[in-house]
């Protein structure tokens, strides 16, 4: 297994995990999701939003994984680094920085 000495490092691999145009859309819905269940915990606090956020975080990422990229979530090997690049490439996606298209 690769060892990454920073972040900066890891994120182009993470994009490279990225690369097909659905598993980013996939990314992006359950990120929103995520982002819209923990709001809904923060107001009601109900534990119920937690779990809901999980399934849809993990459930969105794994069928863009497995269905369209075709590799194993960066979850299941780095699993702090592939969380903040997660939200990092949300971020990155919805200022326009990344495009939802196949890289070069």
Same mark, same amino acid.
């Not at 900066?8 to 990120?31: I, K, M, Q, W």
């Not at 497995?66 to 996606?93: G, I, K, V």
């Given at each position: 297994?690769?060892?990454? %000495?920073?972040?900066?490092?890891? $994120?182009? =691999?993470?994009?490279?995990? &990225? ?5 980013? !859309? ?25 779990? %809901?956020?999980?399934?849809?975080? $993990?459930? =969105?990422?794994?069928?863009? &994984? ?5 590799? !194993? ?32």
């Amino acid at each position: 297994m690769k060892q990454f %000495a920073s972040f900066g490092e890891f $994120y182009p =691999f993470y994009l490279a995990e &990225h690369a097909n145009r659905t598993c980013r !859309r996939l990314h992006v819905v359950g990120s929103t999701l995520v982002i819209a269940c923990i709001v809904a915990l923060a107001i009601t606090r109900n534990l119920w939003w937690l779990a %809901a956020a999980l399934v849809c975080g $993990y459930g =969105f990422a794994w069928i863009g &994984h497995f269905r369209f990229e075709h590799n !194993r979530p960066a979850t299941f090997r780095y699993p702090f680094y592939s969380l903040a690049s997660d939200f990092r490439m949300w971020w990155e996606l919805n200022l326009g920085k990344l495009k939802f298209r196949e890289q070069p």
